[in-house]
């Protein structure tokens, strides 16, 4: 059974660092674009960034692109995200994703989903 598991959430101060972890296993995802996205509380959930299948990067927003980096593992079983320079907005439940269309700054049509892991960034 195909499954993302996150891992690496916690509660850091406004200025720290995280890096969460996605394993995926039970099947391939080579073939799919593999993101992270986030809801804060009360929120709907956003597009985070993400790595398509054919390797090009995509973040939602250039403030997210020069703080948050995303990256895989050889075997690209394994999806990462390095936040650096976090601030209090970037509180959420992050959540990887295996989807199957890439349009724009998003991610859409999304298969298979972690439980996510929860960011708490205090000021």
């Known amino acids: 059974q195909a499954q993302l598991v996150e891992s690496g959430g916690g509660l850091v101060q406004a200025g720290d660092s995280l890096r969460l972890s996605c394993a995926a296993s039970?099947?391939?995802?080579?073939?799919?674009?593999m993101g992270w996205f986030r809801q804060a509380l009360g929120k709907e959930r956003e597009f985070v960034t993400a790595?398509?299948?054919?390797?090009?990067?995509?973040y939602s927003t250039d403030s997210v692109k020069g703080r948050f980096t995303v990256s895989t593992d050889n075997t690209k079983s394994t999806l990462y995200l390095q936040m650096n320079s976090l601030k209090p907005e970037d509180t959420a439940v992050y959540y990887c994703?295996?989807?199957?269309?890439?349009?724009?700054?998003?991610?859409?049509?999304?298969?298979?989903w972690g439980q996510g892991t929860q960011v708490t960034v205090s000021s």
């Open positions: 994703a295996a989807c199957t269309v890439s349009v724009a700054r998003t991610l859409t049509q999304c298969k298979y």
């Open positions: 790595i398509t299948a054919a390797g090009q990067y995509i």
């Open positions: 039970g099947r391939a995802f080579s073939g799919y674009h």
